[in-house]
C-alpha cells in the first residue's frame, strides 16, 4: 500500500468544523453555554502541538530543591 507524507490540519481550521457537535454536548449534558469560540484557543493549540523545540519542563519546584536531612 502507498502512503504519503502527514497532512497538517491547523486546529483554528479544523475544530470550527465541530461546532454542531459542541452545541449537541452543551444539550446534551446539561453544560454552562459557552460560545463555541470560547472554549479553546485553537491558535495557541497549533503552536503548542507545531513547535519545533521541546516544550517539556519539570513544574515541581521541590523535585529541584536539595534536601538536607
Known amino acids: 500500500?502507498?502512503?504519503t507524507d502527514p497532512q497538517q490540519v491547523p486546529l483554528a481550521e479544523a475544530m470550527p468544523l465541530h461546532r454542531g457537535l459542541w452545541e449537541k454536548l452543551v444539550e446534551?449534558?446539561?453544560?454552562v453555554r459557552t460560545p463555541?469560540?470560547?472554549i479553546a484557543g485553537w491558535?495557541?493549540?497549533d503552536f503548542l502541538f507545531r513547535s519545533?523545540?521541546?516544550l517539556i519542563d519539570d513544574q515541581d519546584p521541590s523535585s529541584r530543591?536539595?534536601?538536607v536531612s
Open 52 to 54: 519545533e523545540f521541546d
Open 65 to 67: 530543591v536539595h534536601r
Open 36 to 38: 463555541f469560540e470560547n
Open 28 to 31: 446534551q449534558y446539561d453544560l
Open 1 to 3: 500500500m502507498d502512503y
Open 43 to 45: 491558535d495557541f493549540g
